[in-house]
């Protein structure tokens, strides 16, 4: 069974940084591209990040420059570093996989930035 758990979020300041985290079981992870999402209270999901099982990786426009989306296959880990951070940052941010054509997602974790 597919497992994601994302780690890592928390409250912290405008312009301060957080890394968070998506671990990942029972499948062979470095085959398989992984998705950061986010999603505010009464909207939809929206993409920040993805990356390839080359490692290659895209954004979406607002966390260009700002967000760095990594991954290590050693610990079944994929990462997304965010600087610069902005109160409209505050949100919940998901990590996602798809294996065998199904969508799997982890729980979420709360990003909150205070101006």
């Known amino acids: 069974q597919v497992q994601l758990v994302e780690s890592g979020g928390g409250l912290v300041q405008a312009g301060g940084s957080l890394r968070l985290s998506c671990s990942a079981s029972?499948?062979?992870?470095?085959?398989?591209?992984f998705g950061w999402y986010r999603q505010a209270p009464g909207k939809q999901r929206e993409l920040v990040a993805t990356?390839?099982?080359?490692?290659?990786?895209n954004y979406a426009d607002s966390a260009k420059g700002r967000f760095t989306i990594s991954r290590y296959n050693a610990k079944r880990t994929v990462y997304l570093q965010m600087n610069s951070l902005k109160p409209e940052d505050t949100v919940v941010y998901y990590c996602?996989?798809?294996?065998?054509?199904?969508?799997?997602w982890g729980q979420g974790t709360q990003v909150t930035v205070s101006s």
């Open positions: 990356i390839r099982s080359g490692g290659i990786s």
């Open positions: 996602k996989v798809v294996v065998d054509r199904s969508d799997y």
């Open positions: 029972s499948f062979i992870f470095s085959s398989f591209a």
